[in-house]
């Protein structure tokens, strides 16, 4: 069986990990805008604007997943360097703010290659084909990936909700169907593109404030259902590039809010730690 590369299938189980894959992008997408926005208001129906701005993020806000635990089984394919690479399968438990639980395996064999439990202050992988044990810090994701990740974030991109989103708004737009917002925080500028109707996020749009670096990801949020009185997307798919290009697709075949879990990770004796 062909040896999988370890930073591929974490960020594939991670989802938007791949977004910071530390390649350079071939152009510069964005200019530089200042951190905080600046609203003059000058008549009434800029005032107008400005409340109906505040009413629909705040609508947009409220769709965050909350929960208390949550399993799921996806597909994931993906596609770098114009070659289609191994289907692989991912098994997730989450216990919120505590624990995530991911299994990996390769879809066409159906073998468990990687299993991976994180914490809020640590990283335990276990690579099942060489019988390798990594133990690290929660920084680990931050140097294999160089992205600020923290817990909650990666938790977050999993359930589906927004990731690197602020209060500072620096530009909107509505249309009938939908509604643009723009924000922007310490890593990046975030346009985001809700519906118009239940204010469900439909695409994040991802640039680096970094000119220098200028790292560049969607995601399109896609498969709505609703659980539990929860709005959840089923299919997402995810576009990220510096100097490299990776496309990648989530299918989420079951998945489970608030049911009873465990997460324990058992090291075989016969595991070489690395």
Known sequence: MKKYNF????????????????????KQINKAIAPKPVVIIENKMA?????????????????KIDFRTFSAK??????????????????????????????????????????ILITKDSVLLLNKQDKEVIQRTLSYLDEVTEIPFNYETLQDLIIGNPVFVSDSIISYKKTDATILFST???YFKNLLTVSSTDKLILRSKMDDIDNAR???????????????????????T?????????????????????????????????????
Request: net charge positive; glycine share 2%.
């Open 7 to 26: 930073l591929f299938l974490l960020t594939a189980c991670a989802f938007v990990i791949l977004i910071m894959e530390g390649c350079r992008a071939t």
């Open 47 to 63: 005032e107008d604007s400005i409340r109906s701005l505040k009413e629909n993020f705040n609508q947009f806000k409220s769709n």
């Open 74 to 115: 996806i597909k994931v394919e993906s596609v770098s360097a114009n070659r289609k690479n191994p289907d692989l399968t991912a098994v997730v438990r989450i216990i919120k703010d505590s624990a995530i639980w991911i299994s990996l395996s390769a879809t066409l064999i159906n073998v468990e290659v990687y299993r």
């Open 184 to 186: 922007i925080e310490t």
């Open 214 to 236: 200028s790292r560049t990801a969607s995601v399109v949020y896609d498969g709505y259902e609703t659980n539990q009185g929860r709005r959840f997307s089923t299919e997402r």
């Open 238 to 274: 995810i576009s990220a590039s510096e100097k490299n290009k990776i496309d990648l697709s989530l299918s989420f075949k079951q998945y489970e809010f608030d049911k009873e879990l465990s997460v324990y990770m058992n090291i075989p004796k016969n595991y070489k730690k690395k």
